[in-house]
C-alpha cells in the first residue's frame, strides 16, 4: 500500500457524511443509518474509535490490508491509526454505528484494565459475532446513548454518555470471555504463550518494560517470544508493552491532577525528559500539550 495515498479520516470529516446522526461535537457520533454513511473506497488511517453492529446484510473491508467480512449480528470494533480501505455493502445492508474521539475515549476509560481485554482481543478478532441475546443488549445501549446524546438540555448529559459507554465496554468484554472460553478448548501454544504474555504486561508494564524479563516469566528466550507474538498478533513484544504504558499516561494525563513528573515516578522512567520524549514519539504531543487539549 503507498502510504503517500493514505488520508487521516477524521471525527469532522465522518459527522459530515454520516446521515441521521447524533452527537457531542467532536467527541461522539451515533448513527443508526450504516447503509447512508460514506465509507472510505480509498486508504484512510482512522484517528477514532469506531464500534459497529451489522443489523441486515453484509459488507467488507480492508483493515491494514486483512480483507474482513461483517455480517448480520457481527460486531466490529476498529481502534485509532488502522487503516480501512474497499468498503462495499450489498444493497440491503444496514447497522448501527458508534463513533468515539480518542480524546473521549480516554474520558472513558479510568483504568487500563477496564478495556485492556477488549482492545487487545479486537486486534486480532475485530470482528465478532454476537448471539441474539447480546444484540439486544448492545441495541439496548446504543439507543438508550442516542436518547441521552440528544438530550441537548440534560446538564449532566456528557456524564450520563461516559458511563453508558463503560458499561456497554464491560458488557462486550464479557462477550470476549465468551469466545475466549471456546477458544481455549483448541488453544495452540502459540496463543496460549500470547494470552500468558498480555496477562503479564497487564499486571507489570508499570515497572518492567524490557521484552527479556517477559521472556523469562515465560521460560522461554526472547526472541521466540518475540516471533510467537509477532505471529499471533501481528505486532511485536515492544508494541504491546508500549501500547499499554502510553495508554496509563493517557488516563493518568486526563483524569488525575498529578503532575508528569510523579507520573513520571509512577511509571518509572529514569526521569521527566525521557517520559515527554517518549510520549511524542508514541502520541504526536508533548505531555502537557496533551493535557490541556
Same mark, same amino acid.
Given at each position: 500500500?503507498?502510504?503517500?495515498?493514505?488520508?487521516?479520516?477524521?471525527?469532522?470529516?465522518?459527522?459530515?457524511?454520516?446521515?441521521?446522526?447524533?452527537?457531542?461535537?467532536?467527541d461522539?457520533?451515533?448513527?443508526?443509518?450504516?447503509?447512508?454513511?460514506?465509507m472510505? #473506497?480509498?486508504? +484512510?488511517?482512522?484517528?477514532? *474509535?469506531?464500534?459497529? @453492529?451489522?443489523?441486515?446484510?453484509?459488507?467488507? !473491508? =480492508?483493515?491494514?490490508?486483512?480483507?474482513?467480512?461483517?455480517?448480520?449480528?457481527?460486531?466490529?470494533?476498529?481502534?485509532?491509526?488502522?487503516?480501512?480501505?474497499?468498503?462495499?455493502?450489498?444493497?440491503?445492508?444496514?447497522?448501527?454505528?458508534?463513533?468515539l474521539?480518542?480524546?473521549?475515549?480516554?474520558?472513558?476509560?479510568?483504568?487500563?484494565?477496564?478495556?485492556?481485554?477488549?482492545?487487545c482481543?479486537?486486534?486480532?478478532?475485530?470482528?465478532?459475532?454476537?448471539?441474539?441475546?447480546?444484540?439486544?443488549?448492545?441495541?439496548?445501549?446504543?439507543?438508550?446513548?442516542?436518547?441521552?446524546?440528544?438530550? #441537548?438540555?440534560? +446538564?449532566?448529559?456528557?456524564? *450520563?454518555?461516559?458511563? @453508558?459507554?463503560?458499561?456497554?465496554?464491560?458488557? !462486550? =468484554?464479557?462477550?470476549?470471555?465468551?469466545?475466549?472460553?471456546?477458544?481455549?478448548?483448541?488453544?495452540?501454544?502459540?496463543?496460549?504463550?500470547?494470552?500468558?504474555?498480555?496477562k503479564?504486561?497487564?499486571?507489570?508494564?508499570?515497572?518492567?518494560?524490557?521484552?527479556?524479563?517477559?521472556?523469562e516469566?515465560?521460560?522461554?528466550?526472547?526472541?521466540?517470544?518475540?516471533?510467537?507474538?509477532?505471529?499471533?498478533?501481528?505486532?511485536?513484544?515492544?508494541?504491546?508493552?508500549d501500547?499499554?504504558?502510553?495508554?496509563?499516561?493517557?488516563?493518568l494525563?486526563?483524569?488525575?491532577?498529578k503532575?508528569?513528573?510523579?507520573?513520571?515516578?509512577?511509571?518509572?522512567?529514569?526521569?521527566?525528559?525521557? @517520559?515527554?520524549?517518549?510520549?511524542?514519539?508514541?502520541?504526536?504531543?508533548?505531555?502537557?500539550?496533551?493535557?490541556?487539549?
Open positions: 500500500m503507498d502510504k503517500k495515498k493514505i488520508i487521516d479520516l477524521s471525527m469532522r470529516v465522518t459527522q459530515v457524511t454520516h446521515s441521521g446522526t447524533d452527537f457531542i461535537d467532536g461522539v457520533l451515533l448513527s443508526d443509518r450504516l447503509n447512508k454513511a460514506s472510505p #473506497t480509498s486508504p +484512510h488511517r482512522m484517528t477514532f *474509535i469506531l464500534v459497529a @453492529l451489522c443489523t441486515k446484510g453484509e459488507c467488507t !473491508l =480492508s483493515l491494514d490490508t486483512q480483507q474482513l467480512t461483517i455480517r448480520k449480528n457481527d460486531v466490529v470494533i476498529i481502534s485509532d491509526r488502522h487503516i480501512v480501505d474497499n468498503f462495499q455493502s450489498s444493497d440491503d445492508a444496514d447497522g448501527l454505528v458508534m463513533i474521539s480518542v480524546n473521549f475515549f480516554y474520558e472513558v476509560v479510568s483504568n487500563v484494565s477496564d478495556v485492556s481485554m477488549l482492545f482481543f479486537s486486534r486480532k478478532h475485530p470482528v465478532v459475532t454476537l448471539t441474539d441475546s447480546e444484540v439486544e443488549l448492545f441495541r439496548s445501549y446504543f439507543f438508550m446513548l442516542k436518547e441521552k446524546v440528544g438530550a #441537548t438540555d440534560n +446538564h449532566f448529559r456528557r456524564d *450520563i454518555v461516559r458511563t @453508558l459507554i463503560l458499561a456497554m465496554f464491560y458488557d !462486550l =468484554s464479557n462477550v470476549i470471555v465468551r469466545i475466549q472460553e471456546s477458544e481455549n478448548r483448541k488453544q495452540t501454544r502459540a496463543d496460549a504463550i500470547f494470552t500468558q504474555f498480555i503479564l504486561v497487564e499486571h507489570n508494564f508499570r515497572i518492567e518494560r524490557r521484552v527479556g524479563w517477559y521472556a516469566q515465560l521460560c522461554i528466550t526472547p526472541k521466540y517470544l518475540s516471533e510467537t507474538v509477532k505471529t499471533v498478533s501481528n505486532r511485536t513484544p515492544n508494541d504491546w508493552i501500547s499499554y504504558v502510553t495508554l496509563e499516561m493517557r488516563v494525563l486526563k483524569t488525575t491532577t503532575s508528569i513528573k510523579e507520573i513520571s515516578d509512577e511509571l518509572h522512567f529514569p526521569n521527566q525528559s525521557f @517520559l515527554g520524549k517518549f510520549f511524542r514519539e508514541h502520541v504526536g504531543v508533548s505531555p502537557s500539550a496533551y493535557r490541556r487539549q
